[in-house]
Nanobody
Framework: QVQLVESGGGLVQAGGSLRLSCAASGRTFSTYAMGWFRQAPGKEREFVAG????????YYADSVKGRFTISRDNAENTGYLQMNSLKPEDTAVYYC??????????????WGQGTQVTVSS
C-alpha cells in the first residue's frame, strides 16, 4: 500500500502563494486517484481538490476554483497543490489522500499526516 508524506506548508501573507507536495512511497501511486483536503480548527475536514490517476480529470471545491491547481507526476510518485491568491480563510492543516475512486468525499484509502498552512491578513 502506498504511503503519503506532505510538505510545503508554512506561513504566508494574504495574496501569496504556496505549493504543497505529496510524496508517495511504493510503485503503485499511478494506480490511485489523489485528493487534497483541509481541516481548520473547530471545523470538519473538507474537500479541496482531486485528480484522476492519469490526470484526465480534476475537481475543485468552489472556494478554491481559479486559485488552486492540483497536479501529479506519476513518474516522480508525487502530487502537488499549487495555491495562489491565498486568503486567511485558507488557513488549515492540508492533507493529501489516495484512493481507488476519485471522489469529493473523504472515502480515500490512504492519508498523509498533514501540513499546516497559515495565511496572515
Amino acid at each position: 500500500q502506498v504511503q503519503l508524506v506532505e510538505s510545503g506548508g508554512g506561513l504566508v501573507q494574504a495574496g501569496g502563494s504556496l505549493r504543497l507536495s505529496c510524496a508517495a512511497s511504493g510503485r503503485t501511486f499511478s494506480t490511485y486517484a489523489m485528493g487534497w483536503f483541509r481541516q481548520a480548527p473547530g471545523k470538519e475536514r473538507e474537500f479541496v481538490a482531486g485528480i484522476a490517476r492519469s490526470s484526465t480529470n480534476t475537481y475543485y471545491a468552489d472556494s478554491v476554483k481559479g486559485r488552486f491547481t492540483i497536479s501529479r507526476d506519476n513518474a516522480e510518485n508525487t502530487g502537488y497543490l499549487q495555491m495562489n491568491s491565498l486568503k486567511p480563510e485558507d488557513t488549515a492543516v492540508y492533507y493529501c489522500a489516495a484512493g481507488i475512486v476519485l471522489t469529493t468525499s473523504a472515502e480515500y484509502d490512504v492519508w498523509g499526516q498533514g501540513t499546516q498552512v497559515t495565511v496572515s491578513s
